[in-house]
């Protein structure tokens, strides 16, 4: 291999930076050859995607950075059955951007189209439809990986089933796919019915949720976090729905991917590559306080017709969004409780947040269904995932309390999500995960990488104090 | 080479951690700034010759924050072949690099009559070409990171040649040569260059020196470099009065300068 120089990287969220050989492979081959690199030169190696997670998950301080972002191929696409193969750094968007047009779209997506394949499965993410679709990991039906190993294998739920429900949720740390077989969902058009209302409370919120779930393809809340008293956790739900066949009186017009593409500019007028630095202005606690109100005060019960892009890749929207947080960026904590636990322990840390004067400048919630992957955050109940801007002066304070949520969401039964929370300590996981995972992990992580070739900064603060 | 097999804590967002490079840490400035350092919640790796010193002053450190926050690896400077591998793997140990201080110095006393190359020869190796043995691949990287800060430890000693110690009046003056053509070569590149010229400090090196006047404590001197650090100065003395002092000195003509005696 080539001299390899250090350079700067970062997390997606602005939150943390490091040096790291960032190594671009053109080819599959050249993973063998950077597996051999880093074992020569004693160097850890995290898989990178997209680098979208909001914490350590695709970083390695001094150690390389496996960038799979130019193995982007389409291998194989069949428009008849909806089954595409294709390498891992083909993006979300080149994805939808790829089956649209045939009547096709991506089963799961996450709020970002900018998310990799290998990065999805890695994390195993979720979207707006995670009750009814499931994970992305429910929806692949075959893989191929390179584990540190030397080995070469193919996954499927049936063969190599306990590496296929390992490595898809993994978080990169037992092999590296090489290609990814995944099964489409057929659409009628390149709209989705919306529909959106306004929830006055916490407890409405979650049963707008329950209540809409089985009623509807997508289901999403908004969370004013700075509503305080009765209004407590209100916010704003958005259901949406394919259309039936034929509904689309012109399906074709629709599904073309020029109609999807997210407008330039906001209004039709603000530069939307402009836009976060207008929104850094009213990211402070009285300003989000003045816009959260606002957006529920002109909240409407109405229905609409929206594409597919706008209505999932809300992220998008503002291009550089996570700017607008400042130099210091933000972290994401995103909870997951069991229906019945969840009023109370978020009705606690919504408070609790508010006590302090740290609310959460944004709070989406959504409704979950367990599955079988190993290292799983879902489960039958709710999501809440908060941001917050950190600043010089409240680290100490978010931080702790960080750590009181942590307490609450145990006590609750809940569980975290290794692409968003970044200060889960490694007993806390022990917690939720339970030791019979860690353990089956730990086991894996043996077989596939007996050297700990794979180690992110991730697995390093997580998983290695656990074995 | 050796290492303390202790694992550093991992940085968060919430618990971020600047990463540094201390050579020349095992008494004096070098020690005072390993505290002053670890205090303020820097990961450091420690580099010294002295095994045993290090040893004592890393487990102090450890033991009185209760966790990991530096590493030490035995290091001569005069190794220059060693240093590209070892600043990997200092690198990768410490999970990055923010910061590199160079602190190894020597003042080997020389008599007014004495003319010895290999006295010179030392200070020049440790003083010098240690340092820029260290200086050229951490440029290299602070330039390729877009962000970084050194820091050098000169001298008040290197602004003017003086009866009694030729070699290490020139080698410090070197040395903040080169630092200052680090700063104009990496300020465009965001990084900051920090040289220290201290006056007399409390420490083993000025133990034979008889008047030392206006001598600090180790402690103050690491206090006023960390100041300098957080403020990206790009040169300061310490202790401060020094900068008026050695403005008079470098401004003494040589007529009278050749008859002084110290």
């Not at chain 1, 590296?176 to 057929?186: A, E, G, I, L, W």
């Not at chain 1, 636990?341 to 979950?368: C, F, I, N």
């Not at chain 2, 201080?101 to 020389?110: K, L, M, P």
């Not at chain 2, 090196?205 to 690491?222: G, R, Y």
């Amino acid at each position: 291999m080539k001299k390899l120089t250090l350079s700067h990287l970062g997390n997606f969220s602005h939150s943390l930076d490091t040096a790291v050989y960032h190594i671009r492979p053109r080819f599959v081959e050249e993973i063998t050859e950077i597996f051999a690199f880093a074992r020569e030169n004693d160097l850890k190696i995290a898989p990178r995607g997209a680098g979208r997670s909001y914490n350590d998950a695709a970083l390695k301080g001094g150690g390389i950075v496996l960038d799979l972002s130019l193995l982007r191929c389409v291998q194989a696409w069949d428009a008849e059955t909806g089954i595409l193969r294709a390498e891992p750094g083909l993006t979300l968007e080149t994805l939808w951007q790829y089956i649209l047009p045939d009547g096709w779209w991506p089963p799961v997506v996450s709020g970002t189209m900018k998310t990799t394949l290998g990065g999805c499965l890695g994390m195993n993410i979720h979207g707006k439809n995670n009750f009814k679709m499931g994970t992305v990991g429910e929806n692949i039906l075959e893989f191929d990986a390179i584990l540190p190993n030397g080995k070469e294998v193919t996954c499927s739920p049936k063969k190599n089933s306990k590496l296929f429900h390992a490595m898809i949720s993994g978080m990169g740390m037992l092999g590296v796919f090489t290609s990814v077989t995944m099964q489409m969902k057929r659409v009628y058009s390149g709209l989705v019915n919306v529909r959106e209302w306004n929830v006055p409370d916490l407890e409405a919120q979650l049963y707008a949720l329950l209540d809409g779930a089985p009623r509807n393809d997508y289901i999403v809340g908004w969370l004013d976090g700075t509503a305080r008293g009765k209004a407590l956790g209100r916010g704003q739900i958005h259901a949406a729905n394919y259309l039936a066949k034929d509904e689309d009186p012109d399906p074709a017009e629709t599904m073309r991917v020029d109609f999807q593409t997210l407008p330039d500019t906001f209004f039709g007028v603000v530069p939307k590559s402009k836009l976060h630095y207008l929104m850094s202005l009213g990211l402070s606690n009285l300003g989000v306080r003045a816009v959260n109100t606002a957006k529920y005060l002109v909240g409407r019960n109405k229905s609409y017709q929206q594409p597919h892009a706008a209505f999932h890749f809300l992220l998008d929207y503002v291009p550089d969004w996570e700017k607008s947080y400042g130099k210091q960026g933000l972290i994401q904590y995103q909870s997951f409780l069991p229906k019945e636990t969840a009023l109370d322990a978020w009705t606690e840390m919504l408070k609790l947040s508010q006590k302090r004067g740290l609310p959460t400048y944004l709070g989406v919630t959504k409704r979950h269904r367990p599955d079988k992957f190993l290292i799983s955050h879902a489960l039958d109940g709710f999501s809440l995932a908060f941001d917050f801007k950190i600043t010089n002066n409240n680290r100490a304070k978010l931080s702790e309390m960080v750590q009181d949520f942590d307490k609450i969401v145990l006590d609750a039964g809940g569980r975290f999500y290794f692409a968003k929370n970044s200060e889960t300590a490694p007993e806390i996981a022990r917690q939720y995960l339970g030791n019979e995972t860690i353990e089956n992990f730990r086991k894996l992580k043996e077989r596939c990488d007996p050297q700990n070739l794979l180690y992110s900064d991730l697995y390093e603060r997580v998983f290695a104090p656990l074995n | 080479m050796t290492e303390i097999e202790n694992k550093l804590p991992t940085a968060t967002p919430l618990r971020p951690k600047k990463r540094a490079i201390l050579v020349g840490a095992s008494s004096g400035i070098g020690a005072a700034l390993a505290h002053r350092l670890a205090d303020e919640g820097f990961q450091v790796a420690l580099l010294a010759r002295r095994a045993e010193m290090l040893e004592k002053l890393t487990n102090e450190i450890n033991s009185k924050h209760g966790e990991t926050r530096v590493i030490h690896y035995i290091h001569d400077v005069t190794d220059y072949k060693s240093v590209p591998e070892l600043l990997k793997k200092i690198i990768s140990d410490l999970g990055g690099l923010d910061t590199f201080i160079y602190n190894a110095g020597v003042a080997i006393s020389v008599g007014l009559k004495s003319y010895d190359f290999e006295k010179d020869r030392k200070m020049m190796e440790i003083n010098l070409l240690g340092a820029l043995a260290w200086l050229n691949p951490v440029g290299e990287l602070f330039q390729n990171m877009k962000s970084g800060q050194i820091v050098g430890i000169s001298s008040v000693a290197g602004e003017r040649g003086r009866v009694g110690s030729p070699a290490y009046n020139t080698s410090k003056a070197a040395l903040t040569t080169y630092l200052e053509a680090y700063r104009n070569r990496l300020t465009r590149y965001g990084v900051n260059v920090l040289t220290v010229k201290p006056g007399y400090v409390r420490t083993d090196m000025i133990k034979n020196v008889e008047n030392p006047f206006w001598a600090i404590p180790a402690e103050q001197a690491a206090k006023d470099i960390f100041k300098a650090m957080q403020k990206r100065k790009q040169e300061i003395y310490t202790a401060a009065r020094w900068r008026w002092v050695m403005f008079i000195i470098r401004n003494i003509p040589s007529f009278l300068f050749r008859k002084l005696t110290f």
